[in-house]
């Protein structure tokens, strides 16, 4: 359980990283500086990282882990969406755009984690087997 909270964790910090680096190259948060403002930049990596960590240490019981993954991203990635209403360019479309990337960056770090390195949650996999799904 310590190495999946630690994997999702940096998954999470990775995901920020490319996350600001996406904004900056599209331009979607131009301001007067044309620039991306540093309390913008932590806020985002902030947010990405606690999506990887809250995928780490979650133990919802459900369906799939994909599903676990998209779920997750979209509940922790609310907080940054609704931040984003109050830029003055594009309030709705950061809105949603913000919601959807959570969700695509909460399924690659439960991927990453559950499929690719196998540190599924033991927790959601033994309550399966039970059930036979």
């Not at 490319?18 to 948060?29: K, Q, R, S, V």
């Not at 913008?40 to 990282?49: F, M, V």
């Not at 809250?54 to 919802?60: D, F, N």
């Not at 931040?83 to 960056?105: A, D, N």
Request: aromatic share 12%; net charge positive; with cysteine.
């Amino acid at each position: 359980m310590k190495k999946r909270i630690i994997i999702t964790t940096i998954c999470g910090f990775l995901t920020g990283v490319f996350c600001i680096t996406a904004d900056i190259e599209a331009g979607l948060a131009k301001n007067v500086a044309e620039q991306l403002p540093y309390p913008a930049i932590g806020e985002i990596l902030c947010n990405r990282t606690l999506i990887g960590f809250a995928i780490g240490i979650s133990c919802l019981g459900l369906y799939h882990w994909s599903i676990h993954g998209i779920v997750l991203g979209f509940i922790f990635s609310l907080p940054l969406a609704f931040s984003c209403l109050l830029t003055p360019q594009y309030p709705v479309k950061l809105f949603v755009l913000t919601l959807v990337f959570g969700m695509i960056y909460g399924l690659f770090i439960e991927l990453v984690a559950s499929v690719f390195l196998k540190h599924a949650d033991t927790r959601f996999l033994k309550k399966h087997e039970k059930s036979g799904v």
